[in-house]
C-alpha cells in the first residue's frame, strides 16, 4: 500500500481544534483471525462530550490503523492512504488499466458490528446491520463501524465511518465479497470517462459518538469538496412548520380541482386545516403513445408518459370551444381561489427532474426549444446487484426525451417562471437519480447531475421565495454531494398504504437514512393515511421525526383523534428541532427483522427532549433479505427507555438541573421522575407505539422543582414549550396552541395566570402532575404560576 503525504492542513471546525491530550486507545484489529479480539455487550454510554484522538491515520504490516483503532486487515499494496485530518483520512488505490468502472479491494472487515445504508433499489436507501465484510451490500454509501475493545480498567468503544464520496468525474460505493473484504466501486457512467486511479474516493473518520462523528466528518468533506452545503447552513422552507396535504394516495393520477377543494375542506371542518398543498402527478400536460383509449393498461406503462407542455392539462384549465365545465379558467385561478378562500399558505407542484417520468417529448411544439433527445437508460452493476425498480425498468423499454444539458436552465426557468405566474410556491422534484443512467456521452454521471442540480437549485432560488423545493427519489450520493440548498429530502421509499409489508419498514428506514441524510437535509418522511390501522404508528414518528408533516386522506376519510394529536388550530405543527434518529443502542440492531429490539428515535425541542418507541417486529421484512420471520404475527416485546438515549441533551439543561428528569408517557398519561442514566421497561406489540417527552428537572429559589411537559395531549408535548423565566416565586412560561398544558412541580402552586387571567389548574400529588386548560381561542399563551 501507498502512504501518500497529508495535504496542506484543512481549517478544522471549532470543535475539533484544541482537541489534543485525548487519551490513548488500545489497538482492535478488524480482520484476520490471528489477532487477539474482545467484543462484549454495548454498556449504556455516558454523558461525555465527543472526543477525536491524536493519532495520525497509519498503515503498518497491512493493517490500517485509525485514531489508534486498527479498522482493516490485508489492505492490499494498491491502495493508497492520504492522512487529512488527526482523525481522518481518504482511501483511494491504483490500477494496472483505465476503465469508466473500477473495483477496488480496502481489507477486510471481520466480526465488528456494523450498519450499512445502501441502495436497495437505484432511488432509494435502506439500512443493514451486519458483522462482516461479506454482510455489506453493494451500493453501500454509509459504513459505520463499531469498534469495542476491553482494556485492563473497562471497555472503550469507538466508531469508524467510511463514507464513499466523489472523486473528479467518478462516484464510488462501498461493497463486500465473500472473503470478508471491503470493496469500493469507481464509476464514471460514461465509458469515455476512464482513469487508472481513484486517490480520494472514501472519507474514513473515527471517534467516540457516532453522531457527532458524522456531524464532524460532513463538515471537513463540505470544506474540502465545495460541492455541498451542511443542512444547518441552509434556509428552511417555511412549509416546515404547518401541516400539510399531499393529492397523491387521495386521487393518483386523477386529481382535480374539485377534489383539492373537498379534501381541505373536509381537514379543516374537521379542526386540522391544512396550509401547505402539494399538487402531485396528474395536473401536467402530458402523452403517453404506451397507452391506448379502449385497451388494456399495461402495468408501468404510465413511464412512458413524456411532458408536451410546461402547462397544467385541461383538467386545470377551460380549453377554446370547450363546452361548459367546472373546470377553472385555468391553474392562476384554482390556486388563488384555494389560497383565499380555504386559507392555504403554500401551494407546491409536483414536476420529475426530466419534466416527467419519461422526460420531454421530443417532437411536441410546447418542449421542442430544449432539443430533447430520445434516449435509453443504462443501469450500472451496482444498481442491478440489489433490486430492481418497475419504473426504472419502464424508463429502460420507452425511453427517456432528455433534456438538452445546454438547455436544462432555460427548461427549468421557463417552468418555474410559469408556475410562479399561476401563485404557485414552489415544487417537489422527483425522479433525480434518472440522470446517472443517461451520462454516456454527456460527460459522466457526476458533472451530468452537479450540472443539473445547479440549474435547478439556480432556478429555484430565482424564482421561488423561501427555498421552496422538496427533492424526492434523489439517495445516490451524486445528487447528495452535490446539494447547494435544497434543504428536504424524501428519506424512503413511498407510503404504501395498502401495503401490509411496509409500514414498520418505512419508519425504520427513514430514521436509519437520517443518519446520514439528517447532515444535509431534513428528511422528509412523505405523506400518510390518517384513518389506516398504522396511523398512529407513522404519526407519532412524524412528531418525533423534526420533519413536514403531511397527510394524503382522501376526502371525508379522516381519523381526527390523530390529526389533533399533530396539528393545532391554526394549522401549524410542533416540529422537533433536530432530524430524527436512531438512539445509540438501536445502532447496530435491527429493529424489523432481528425479533427482539424495539426501535427508539430521539430528538429535542427548546426545553426538553422527546424518545419515540415502536414494535416494528413481525409486520414484514427487509427487501433483498430472506427472512424466516412471519409476517402478520404480532410480537410483544420488552425494553429499556433512558433519558441518556437523548443526544444533545446537554443543550436543554442549563446550570440549574438537578440531574433528574420528569418523564411523561403519552399512551399512559404517566409522568415518573428518573435519573439521568436509570432505565424504565416499556413493552409493545407489533406497530404499538409510545412517544416520551423527558424534561430536565431544575430548582429555582432553591425549594422548587421544576419541568415543563407541554401540551402534553400532542404527540410531541414540549414542541408547545417557547420560553421559560423564574422570577419572585412565579414561573412564567410561554408557547402557543390550546389544549392541557402539563408539568413537573415538585410543590402545589397558588395561583396559576392564562394571559393574565387567573384560571383554575389540577395538581395529583402522587406523582407531582400539574395540568392546566389553555383555552381554545389562545394560539399564543404566557402562563404564570405562583408559589
Known sequence: ??????????????????????????????GSSYHHRVFSVQSRRTWSPVMFLNQKPTVKDGVLSINGREALAGVPDNVVVTPWTDSSAFLGATSAHSTSRHVFKLGVIQDARFLSLFRFKIFWMIPRVGNSGSDIPAETQMLL??????????????????????????????????????????????????????????????????????TESMKILEKYTGTFTIREQKQMPGMLDWFGWCTWDAFYHEVNPQGIKDGIKSLTEGGTPPRFLIIDDGWQDTTNEFRKEGE????????????????????????????????????????????????????YVWHALLGYWGGLHPD?????????????????????????????????????????????????????KYLVSQEVDGVKVDVQNILETLATGLGGRVSLTRHFQEALEKSVAA?????????????????????????????????????????????????????????????????????????????????????????????????????????????????????????????????????ESLLKIWNLNKYSGVIGVFNCQGAGSWPC???????????????????????????????????????FSFQEGSLSRLPKQRSFPVTLETLQCDVFTVSPIKVYNKTIRFAPLGLIEMYNSG????????SKDRMSIKGRGPGRFGAYSSQKPKSCLVNSREVGFNFRSEDNLLTIIIPQEANSWDISIGY
Not at 500500500?1 to 484489529?29: E, G, H, T
Not at 446487484?385 to 425511453?399: F, I, Q, V
Not at 414542541?719 to 423564574?726: D, L, S
Open 1 to 30: 500500500m501507498i502512504v501518500s503525504p497529508p495535504p496542506p492542513p484543512l481549517p478544522l471546525p471549532p470543535s475539533l481544534r484544541n482537541l489534543k491530550n485525548a487519551c490513548c486507545f488500545s489497538p482492535l484489529i478488524l
Open 145 to 214: 463501524l463499531e469498534a469495542k475493545e476491553e482494556t485492563t480498567s473497562n471497555e472503550s468503544i469507538s466508531y469508524i465511518v467510511f463514507l464513499p464520496v466523489l472523486d473528479g468525474e467518478f462516484r464510488s460505493s462501498l461493497q463486500g465479497n465473500s472473503a470478508n473484504e471491503l470493496e469500493f466501486c469507481v464509476e464514471s457512467g460514461d465509458p469515455a470517462i476512464v482513469a487508472s486511479e481513484s486517490l480520494n474516493a472514501v472519507f474514513v473518520n473515527c471517534g467516540n459518538n457516532p453522531f457527532d462523528l458524522m
Open 296 to 347: 388494456p393498461i399495461v402495468e408501468g406503462s404510465q413511464f412512458g408518459g413524456r411532458l408536451v407542455s410546461i402547462k397544467e392539462n385541461s383538467k386545470f384549465k377551460k380549453t377554446e370551444n370547450e363546452a361548459p365545465s367546472e373546470a377553472p379558467t385555468d391553474l392562476k385561478e384554482f390556486v388563488s381561489d384555494i389560497k383565499k378562500s380555504l386559507g392555504l399558505k403554500y401551494v
Open 364 to 416: 411536441a411544439p410546447g418542449t421542442k426549444k430544449y432539443n430533447p433527445e430520445l434516449k435509453f437508460p443504462v443501469q450500472s452493476p451496482g444498481n442491478l446487484a440489489n433490486m430492481r425498480d418497475l419504473s426504472m425498468d419502464c424508463m429502460e423499454k420507452y425511453g427517456v426525451g432528455m433534456i438538452d444539458p445546454t438547455k436544462v436552465s432555460e427548461f427549468y426557468d421557463d417552468l418555474h
Open 463 to 595: 424564482n421561488f421565495k423561501d427555498n421552496s423545493i422538496i427533492c424526492c427519489m434523489g439517495h445516490s450520493t451524486d445528487s447528495i454531494y452535490n446539494s447547494k440548498t435544497s434543504a428536504i429530502t424524501r428519506a424512503s421509499d413511498d407510503y404504501y398504504p395498502k401495503d401490509t409489508k411496509t409500514q414498520s419498514l418505512h419508519i425504520a428506514a427513514v430514521a436509519y437514512n437520517s443518519i446520514f441524510f439528517g447532515e444535509f437535509v431534513v428528511p422528509d418522511w412523505d405523506m400518510f393515511y390518517s384513518r389506516h390501522y398504522a396511523a398512529e404508528f407513522h404519526a407519532a414518528a412524524r412528531a418525533v421525526g423534526g420533519c413536514g408533516v403531511y397527510v394524503s386522506d382522501k376526502p371525508g376519510e379522516h381519523d381526527f383523534k390523530i390529526l389533533k394529536r399533530l396539528v393545532l388550530p391554526d394549522g401549524s405543527v410542533l416540529r422537533a428541532k433536530y432530524p430524527g434518529r436512531p438512539s445509540l443502542d438501536c445502532l447496530f440492531s435491527d429493529p424489523v427483522m432481528d425479533g
Open 625 to 663: 433479505l430472506d427472512s424466516s420471520i412471519l409476517n402478520d404475527t404480532n410480537v410483544e416485546l420488552s425494553g429499556k427507555v433512558s433519558p441518556a438515549d437523548i443526544e444533545l441533551f446537554q443543550e436543554v439543561c442549563g446550570e440549574s438541573w438537578t440531574g433528574d428528569c420528569a418523564v
Open 719 to 726: 414542541g408547545a414549550v417557547k420560553a421559560m423565566k423564574f
